[in-house]
């Protein structure tokens, strides 16, 4: 199984961009899903995440500009980033949360930069 990540791309500072993520098969017994990312250099950070219950989380640096959404039941989830900025620019990637290694899958990439 793997999850794989679509609709990154490169936007201006202040831009916005959804990505989508769905499996290749089905997954069952999901309490969380969340969206992770991996900046050049940096070790990979989960930035938002939801549960079957509908309680959602950000990191602190997404917090008012990102919102997470899905279908735990058919391991879809979504992320609308808003307003971003240059430190935004990372690989994307979606998986349970806590993360399953085997579910990785390439990533978006998403630039934000003038």
């Known amino acids: 199984v793997q999850l794989q990540a679509s609709g990154g791309g490169s936007v201006q500072p202040g831009g916005s961009l959804r990505l989508s993520c769905a499996a290749s098969?089905?997954?069952?017994?999901?309490?969380?899903m969340g969206w992770y990312r991996q900046a050049p250099g940096q070790q990979r950070e989960l930035v938002a995440s939801?549960?079957?219950?509908?309680?959602?989380n950000y990191a602190d640096s997404v917090k008012g500009r990102f919102t997470i959404s899905g279908d735990i039941a058919k391991a879809t989830v979504y992320l609308q980033m808003n307003s971003l900025k240059p430190e935004d620019t990372a690989v994307y990637y979606c998986?349970?949360?806590?993360?399953?290694?085997?579910?990785w899958g390439q990533g978006t990439q998403v630039t934000v930069s003038s």
């Open positions: 939801f549960t079957t219950g509908g309680r959602t």
């Open positions: 098969e089905s997954i069952f017994r999901i309490n969380a």
């Open positions: 998986n349970l949360v806590p993360s399953v290694s085997a579910y």
